[in-house]
């Protein structure tokens, strides 16, 4: 009878020496160190009480050598504790969520473009084709000045989507933190395309109340990784400034930024960014301790803007009619693949266990001595991290990470689940796909995740957590849905 289940043997064998290579080079320390302790212990044991009593009269101890000994100790503990970085804990965090009423399905979004661009059927096309593509759910936002015909991206719009955002997303985060606004010692806002004057921390302090004398910073023009931007500012500040609350929001204005032309590389973001934004709060108080959910681990930026063609991959500029619009270059999946190699190249030795940094070593001076066709070794940051949450830049993004990476598609299910219902909502997105993961019940205590954004410049920036506790939330962005996801999302939505 012809065999019909493949052989296993031979992988389940290779997978038991790859489970025993990395237990043994990730304990070797302890593997080591216990057969010494199990020595000294037994020549401790068959030595008698005489012996014992000789040994410790040999050693001669005077009140001089004890002092010494003592204030050394004390001295190495001080300047220990006082150099030692400042933990810093997430407290909590608030995503937005759009009302129903800016809602744009499908049939919505391509009714305004044939309207708005009536006189050119094939950006009509264009749009349809990327849409059919991009991931996207009927569910995505919009705000009220996108969805007159034509659009009306005015000021006094765009202010109003961003006090509608903003403030939602800070009045839900002091009710959930209890946190009072005279509380806050470090504001920090960050939108890359809409920076009014006065900027959009002003508009916080003025609406809170905020104290006078709070460290206020506004970020702008820095992509959609602004927000991992922001978490290292308020790292830095939380070091030198103790017992301290940082207050973070991220977010993309779209309003004033609705490309109305008609160049395909330029209408692509219409196709993509959403509405979305979100507050979190950081602090370096130890009374935060027992009821925040993370520890900052690591913050690690690379910035490639040194290439030509890295820094215009993502361009604001004018198309040949003067409308502006962001203008995303076809080499953009290849310059941030390099950024990410980067990224990862000095992310990968503070994360990775010893198993596969070894590994990667290994491999490394064998194509440098022997011969360079081999294959490189990429690292199983599976090893590392329990958790990814992936920007939802599109479906071409995480593809491409999912990829690279060999990651499953339980790892990336946060970023598509994140694209799919809210959109490519730029830097406040890694947080819609970290509340993804607590409504589903699945962030356990001690476990880690990893943030990775990209943004125009251009940019690749990485944040490491660690869980504090085991979370289910029953409130936030995912609350009416997360019982209908994951979804099947097809390659191809035919409108």
Same mark, same amino acid.
């Given at each position: &009878? ?21 237990? !043994? ?9 216990? #057969? ?64 129903? $009423? ?46 007159? /015909? ?15 955002? /903003? ?20 504001? /920090? ?13 002003? &508009? ?118 003067? @409308? ?8 953009? &999946? ?17 994360? !990775? #266990? ?6 990667? !070593?290994? $491999?490394? /001076? ?50 598509? &689940? ?5 959109? @490519? ?64 999302? #097809? ?5």
């Amino acid at each position: &009878m012809p065999q019909i289940l493949p052989d296993f043997s031979s992988s389940v064998r290779l997978k038991y020496v790859k489970l025993g290579y990395q237990y !043994l080079v990730n304990h070797i320390l302890t593997l080591t160190l216990i #057969p010494i302790m199990l020595g000294i212990s037994l020549e401790v044991l068959r030595l008698g009480p005489d012996e014992i009593l000789t040994l410790w009269k040999s050693l001669q101890f005077d009140l001089v050598q004890i002092l010494c000994s003592f204030f050394l100790i004390v001295f190495i503990a001080t300047v220990y504790f006082m150099s030692k970085p400042r933990t810093v804990y997430l407290v909590d965090y608030s995503c937005y969520k759009p009302p129903v $009423t800016c809602r744009v399905p499908f049939a919505t979004f391509m009714e305004h473009s044939r309207l708005n661009l009536a006189n050119n059927p094939k950006s009509v096309e264009f749009q349809m084709r990327i849409l059919e593509r991009s991931g996207l759910g009927e569910e995505t936002c919009l705000p009220p000045a996108i969805h007159y /015909i034509p659009p009306k991206p005015t000021m006094e719009s765009a202010r109003d989507e961003a006090e509608l955002v /903003i403030f939602t997303a800070l009045d839900d985060l002091f009710t959930k933190t209890g946190l009072k606004p005279k509380d806050v010692d470090i504001l /920090i806002v960050n939108c890359s395309l809409f920076s009014p004057t006065p900027s959009l921390s002003a &508009m916080v302090i003025n609406k809170y109340k905020l104290r006078s004398n709070v460290r206020s910073f506004n970020l702008s023009g820095m992509g959609c990784s602004a927000g991992l931007i922001s978490v290292d500012l308020a790292r830095d500040l939380l070091q030198v400034h103790p017992n301290s609350n940082a207050v973070i929001v991220s977010t993309e204005i779209i309003t004033p930024n609705y490309y109305q032309g008609n160049e395909r590389a330029m209408l692509l973001p219409n196709c993509l960014f959403r509405m979305g934004g979100a507050a979190i709060l950081l602090s370096n108080r130890q009374s935060v301790k027992s009821k925040a959910k993370y520890r900052l681990v690591h913050v690690v930026r690379t910035h490639k803007g040194a290439d030509d063609k890295a820094y215009r991959c993502v361009y604001e500029q004018e198309d040949r009619d003067g @409308n502006v619009g962001i203008n995303l270059s076809k080499d953009l &999946m290849a310059i941030a693949g390099e950024a990410l190699k980067s990224n990862i190249t000095t992310i990968g030795p503070l994360v !990775l #266990p010893a198993s596969e940094q070894l590994l990667f !070593l290994a $491999t490394l /001076i064998g194509r440098r001595i022997f011969n360079p066709k081999w294959k490189p070794y990429i690292p199983d940051f599976k090893q590392a991290f329990e958790h990814f949450c992936i920007h939802a830049g599109g479906r071409a993004v995480i593809d491409e990470l999912q990829k690279n990476l060999q990651l499953s598609t339980e790892h990336v299910e946060a970023s598509r &689940m994140t694209l799919h219902r809210f959109g @490519n909502t730029s830097s406040s997105s890694l947080w819609y796909e970290l509340a993804y993961i607590e409504a589903k019940g699945r962030m356990k205590k001690g476990e880690r995740v990893w943030q990775i954004a990209f943004g125009s410049g251009f940019k690749c920036n990485s944040a490491v957590w660690k869980c504090m506790k085991t979370i289910k939330t029953e409130d936030g962005p995912w609350t009416d849905c997360i019982d209908r996801y994951p979804v099947h999302i #097809p390659e191809v939505v035919k409108l």
